[in-house]
């Protein structure tokens, strides 16, 4: 995929699915979705066996985003979080994750480290720009993308998510995507008239809002997953109960 | 043009050009930044150096394709020469060879070898080797090659049958790699000048390179006199790993008798021209750049 905001522009409202392990990832790519996040959340419970970003190091990140570099078949999505550390870290992470074959770049607006968390915390709008501003001078393909996710909505509001974006846009970022938001605010917010394009977060009971240029999976496939996987649980436990009643 | 294609076509040109390549086996990313700065066209992360690098461990392929691709890759992120790579006999068998050419070739590698000896095998200047048939070795070369993705990064046959049934087997052989597709043409071990003559006589149109290891079994040739005989690749496999053990030895020894490094600093680069050797200054300069008040200024509506 040469160019992602071409086809989403001409396909607004796509979903862009999030993988965690190697199978999700073969399986979204035998399905050609334009893009996929190697989300870091769903990344960090596959190899560390924990629910939170934070604990996921960029090496050990990175080792993964090579190993799934070499199975794609459209762009691939990495996940910057909230830059593995100071602007300096941001810039030498997104050299790492680039060189590794990340196609967009997503960064976070928590502080360091980004947690998994339903309410983050929100970074300085100077450490969010010094971030930005290192990673867009890191990157070496003209056709790679920065993205910034802004977390902090219920923190920084409506003019927040404003002035953010007029900010990053002045670094020169591509587009933002907003999340943590109440359907109401994102609706409102797709009305503006942002000067960056805008995505979102998706979870399947997302309302369907024009003016959002893509949504952002957040895990349906690793929750999917999850439940079945419990289900054979309890099966593989009823079939262990049965054979020791006999 | 980005790095790695740039890499891949400098290395291309230079062993194309005629002119014989000087490339230094590089343990490390900070040994690899020194060939770098002192001249070298380009470096190659090999097994024997980053076996004993990595783990303090010879090279009996205990060093993993997750060790010496890791180590690669750190190699190629320090230095803006071409990396060329060891790729022993593909960490496996045929079913290895796409993941291990596209995983050398995706860190940013201008090319990487592939060679005959039989699993697990060991550095091509110790004793007891044994080679696969034949057919092995031009099987994984053409998987290799229709698994590269760019016409650019270069495969290299490598033989060690010299050692085990002689240098006109190990010719035969070659012949053979290269029909199936090899770039270049290695043939480990020769035994004389006459050797390596007539090795460069057989393939008078391909790119061949030359190893030369100091206590091994070929003589240790100068890189003009090797350029000569028409090799196009000189590499120098364990100078700097020796050069390192040989220096660190002579530390500790000195610090076990003295009790002090005092005394001892013009055998070390100084606390400052190491600093600036690995960019302290330059990383210093970066990270100023996007303190808080440097970000005032996009501040604006």
Redesign the interface.
């Known amino acids: 995929m040469k160019n992602l905001m071409d086809y989403l522009n001409k396909n607004q409202g796509t979903i862009i699915p999030s993988a965690g392990n190697g199978q999700q990832f073969n399986l979204l790519t035998e399905q050609n979705f334009p893009a996929i996040l190697l989300d870091a959340t769903l990344t960090a419970e596959n190899l560390l066996g924990e629910n939170s970003q934070g604990l996921l190091s960029l090496s050990e990140y990175s ?1 993964f985003e ?1 190993d799934m ?2 199975k794609k078949k459209s762009s691939l999505i990495a996940d910057l979080q909230s830059g593995f550390g ?3 870290n941001t ?1 030498y992470a997104t050299k790492e994750l680039e ?1 590794s ?1 990340a196609d967009i770049l997503i960064l976070n607006d928590q502080p360091f480290p980004a947690h998994t968390s339903n309410d983050p915390q929100s970074t ?4 969010l ?3 930005a ?2 990673a867009t001078d890191a990157l ?2 003209p056709a790679t993308r920065l993205w910034i996710k802004l977390e902090g909505i219920q923190n920084y509001g409506f003019a927040g998510i404003e ?1 953010r974006t ?2 990053l846009k ?2 020169g970022v591509d587009a933002i995507i907003i999340d943590h938001f109440q359907n109401k605010e994102l609706a409102e917010l797709a009305d503006q008239n942002l000067p960056l394009p805008l995505l979102a977060t998706w979870m399947p009971e997302a309302p369907k809002i024009d003016g959002i240029l893509g949504w952002i999976d957040k895990g349906l496939i690793a929750q999917t997953e999850k439940e079945s996987d419990l289900a054979a649980i309890h099966e593989i436990k009823q079939g262990g109960l049965a054979y020791a009643k006999k | 043009m980005q790095k790695n294609e740039r890499m891949r076509k400098q290395f291309k040109d230079e062993v194309f050009s005629g002119h014989i390549v000087r490339m230094m086996v590089a343990p490390d990313a900070l040994a690899a930044k020194i060939a770098e700065s002192n001249g070298a066209q380009a470096v190659f992360s090999a097994g024997y150096a980053s076996s004993a690098s990595a783990l303090a461990m010879p090279d009996r392929e205990i060093a993993d394709f997750g060790l010496i691709l890791e180590r690669a890759r750190e190699i190629i992120n320090a230095v803006n020469i071409p990396v060329f790579v060891d790729a022993d006999t593909g960490y496996g068998d045929e079913q290895n060879i796409p993941r291990t050419t596209q995983a050398i070739e995706e860190i940013g590698a201008a090319g990487m070898f592939l060679e005959d000896q039989t699993w697990p095998k060991r550095c091509g200047h110790m004793d007891g080797k044994t080679v696969e048939p034949t057919e092995i070795l031009e099987k994984k070369i053409r998987i290799a090659k229709a698994s590269r993705r760019h016409d650019n990064f270069l495969i290299m046959s490598r033989t060690d049958a010299r050692a085990v049934y002689g240098l006109s087997d190990a010719i035969q052989r070659s012949r053979r790699y290269k029909e199936a597709g090899a770039d270049l043409i290695f043939i480990e071990a020769p035994r004389s000048y006459d050797e390596l003559k007539e090795i460069h006589d057989a393939f008078p149109t391909t790119p061949m390179m030359a190893n030369m290891i100091e206590g091994g079994k070929t003589p240790l040739l100068k890189a003009q006199e090797l350029e000569k005989l028409g090799f196009n690749i000189v590499v120098h496999p364990t100078a700097m790993t020796y050069t390192q053990a040989y220096a660190e030895e002579k530390l500790i020894q000195n610090i076990q008798q003295t009790g002090t490094t005092e005394g001892y600093e013009d055998k070390m680069i100084t606390f400052s021209k190491f600093n600036q050797f690995v960019g302290l200054d330059k990383i210093n300069a970066r990270d100023a750049e996007y303190s808080p008040e440097n970000m005032k200024k996009y501040m604006i509506n």
């Open positions: 080792k090579r570099n070499l100071s602007p300096l810039y060189r074959g300085s709008p100077e450490d720009l010094g971030k501003k290192a070496e393909n002035k007029e900010y002045n670094i």
